[in-house]
């Protein structure tokens, strides 16, 4: 039997929708006390300068002792649980002296500097929250920690950075992979697994090597077990011999966005926070990374010190998304892959300008 938290309730829409109309940072955390968002973690930042983090859920008020991750006994009816925490029983900052914070689906105990995080000891392990920290997560704590000054510039830098840790598992399988006493017939992908730095620039050429393997071998976050790290590295040899005829095509012909009569090479990767995901599994049919997940609908909203709002916008195909007919079907494509943004008109006065034709919805 399966006990789901929220399955019937519809309250996310009426939350999203008071979230989005909240004038104030204390009326928008009141809306949270709604609990009608079932998951999804929420992050907040105003003009004011306030931030914010909750690590939400409709959090089931579970007996502790028992291991909820595995299967329990069902003649056991302490084990229904029939109420919900609070919200304000769920971790959450707000306003740390650090001065910033970030969601990368991971631990929320690691979401800013040292020292202003919660901590999993005041948490109940009847909670489950994980454990996991993506390469996201351990790429932001290092380059936002280390920067006691960040520019607007450098904070969007550090949001599209490309690199992958020292100590995420495709790094470690690329090292592991290189140093292991395999054939010869390894001996050439062996030297460039070495070579790889961990960047996913686009005209680096060990990049597809790694990356490729360690998506056989773990899948497309690099935490399953998919495949044995050989022969998913001998996999990922053939596929990129077979379609580019080297083991060491550069990276930006393997990664590629394509859509209408856009094919452009991709900087960025699986789980990096220039988040690019390809079909590993129809690496052949698709003759590459096609991206399909990842950076999608980017917004960078700006207040000067008049409060007037500068917001500059990107999404990886066009507003039309469903319409291969319409000119917006692919219109943004070619932006969003050079890393660039469009400013987004606020008024009429400057939407007017601007409009290329006028029409009703639905006409």
């Known amino acids: 039997a399966i006990r789901f938290s929220g399955l019937q309730a519809v309250g996310a829409l009426d939350q ?3 979230m989005s109309k909240a004038k104030s940072f204390d009326e928008w955390k009141s809306v949270l ?5 079932l998951s999804f973690n929420i992050v907040y930042a105003d003009k004011d300068g306030n931030i ?5 859920a409709k959090m089931p008020k579970r007996e502790e002792g028992p291991k909820w991750q595995d299967v329990l006994p069902g003649d056991d009816s302490s084990l229904i649980w029939e109420s919900f925490r609070t919200v304000d029983e769920l971790p959450q900052i707000y306003n740390p002296e650090s001065g910033w914070l970030f969601s990368a689906n991971s631990s929320p105990f690691f979401i800013t500097e040292d020292g ?6 005041n948490f109940p392990d009847s909670y489950g929250i994980e454990k996991r920290m993506t390469n996201r997560a351990r790429q932001s704590l290092e380059l936002l920690s280390g920067d006691k000054a960040i520019s607007a510039q450098e904070l969007l830098d550090y949001r599209a950075n490309g690199d992958y840790h020292p100590d995420v598992h495709v790094r470690v399988n690329a090292r592991e992979l290189a140093s292991a006493e395999l054939g010869p017939e390894f001996k050439e992908a062996q030297e460039i697994l070495a070579g790889w730095d961990g960047t996913t620039e686009i005209d680096n050429r060990q990049a597809a090597l790694a990356i490729l393997a360690g998506m056989h071998a773990k899948g497309y976050e690099f935490i399953d077990d998919k495949m044995d790290p050989v022969d998913a590295l001998k996999l990922a040899m053939s596929q990129l011999t077979e379609i580019y005829g080297r083991l060491d095509p550069e990276w ?5 966005l394509r859509r209408g009569d856009v094919d452009m090479p991709l900087r960025g990767g699986p789980d990096t926070l220039r988040a690019i995901y390809g079909h590993y599994e129809m690496f052949i049919e698709k003759k590459g990374l096609t991206a399909v997940a990842g950076d999608t609908h980017i917004m960078i909203a700006d207040w000067d010190k008049d ?3 500068k917001l500059d916008t990107i999404h990886q195909y066009g507003a039309a998304t469903q319409d291969e007919t319409s000119v917006h079907f692919d219109d943004q494509a070619v932006l969003f892959a050079k890393e660039e943004f469009k400013n987004m008109p606020m008024t009429l006065e400057q939407v007017l300008p601007l409009a290329k034709r006028d029409y009703r919805p639905g006409q």
């Open 16 to 18: 999203w929708y008071a």
């Open 33 to 37: 006390s709604q609990n009608g968002v």
């Open 52 to 56: 914010g983090s909750l690590y939400n």
């Open 116 to 121: 202003h995080n919660n901590s999993r000891e």
């Open 252 to 256: 930006g012909e393997v990664n590629r």
């Open 307 to 309: 409060g007037n709002l």
